[in-house]
T-cell receptor, first 111, second 112 residues
Framework: DSGVTQTPKHLITATGQRVTLRCSPR?????VYWYQQSLDQGLQFLIQ???????AKGNILERFSAQQFPDLHSELNLSSLELGDSALYFC??????????FGSGTRLTVV | EDKVVQSPLSLVVHEGDTVTLNCSYE??????LLWYKQEKKAPTFLFML????IEKKSGRLSSILDKKELFSILNITATQTGDSAVYLC????????????FGRGTQLTVWP
């Protein structure tokens, strides 16, 4: 157990739907990062939050959004889902900018 | 555009062999280079390298960084079947660029 908790582990949903992925960082970590891993793209950075504020944005689609709550857990919202959004979604946390620890991921399948 | 290129993309060896995995990079605002091992799900941390020429070791694994030539290698000696995994190289680019920029990985398969 890495200390980073992601739920759910698996999610199957239909095109056009909306889902929410949840991440609880390691105790004491203020930064949360979201990554998408697909077979053809590898691990791609989506977005980073630090202590509740957005810090950096990567290749995140406009249909996707995220937030970090006062208790430091984070949610990634994916809407108007397309088949191509099927992927593994990882959350990672760190203390400041070092010691990144990954959660076990959420496997999203859009059918 | 930032690049992290790993080679080879895949490698098949027999137990006991020694392997060298390569990672070259061209990124803005380099802070450190990290190696991860990914078996079934979560990438697990292996090494973080910030200084050139200083080898980091953990058991049969070792890694070194060359900041002049912009590359790193990961060595695994006396490979075991449990070393079979995807090995990922990532560069930490600092907070405003979204820290970790990953290469595509090297798929290592170790046959008994």
């Amino acid at each position: 157990d890495s200390g980073v908790t992601q739920t759910p582990k698996h999610l199957i949903t239909a095109t056009g739907q909306r889902v929410t992925l949840r991440c609880s960082p390691r105790s004491g970590d203020l930064s949360v990062y979201w990554y998408q891993q697909s077979l053809d793209q590898g691990l791609q950075f989506l977005i980073q939050y630090y202590n509740g504020e957005e810090r950096a944005k990567g290749n995140i689609l406009e249909r996707f959004s995220a937030q970090q709550f006062p208790d430091l857990h984070s949610e990634l919202n994916l809407s108007s889902l397309e088949l191509g959004d099927s992927a593994l979604y990882f959350c990672a946390s760190s203390v400041g900018g070092s010691g990144y620890t990954f959660g076990s991921g959420t496997r999203l399948t859009v059918v | 555009e930032d690049k992290v290129v790993q080679s080879p993309l895949s490698l098949v060896v027999h137990e006991g062999d020694t392997v060298t995995l390569n990672c070259s990079y061209e990124v803005t605002n380099f802070r450190s280079l990290l190696w991860y091992k990914q078996e079934k799900k979560a990438p697990t941390f292996l090494f973080m390298l910030t200084s050139s020429g200083i080898e980091k070791k953990s058991g049969r694994l070792s890694s070194i960084l060359d900041k002049k030539e912009l590359f790193s290698i990961l060595n695994i000696t006396a490979t075991q079947t449990g070393d079979s995994a995807v090995y990922l190289c990532a560069v930490d680019r600092g907070s405003t660029l979204g820290r970790l920029y990953f290469g595509r990985g090297t798929q290592l398969t170790v046959w008994p």
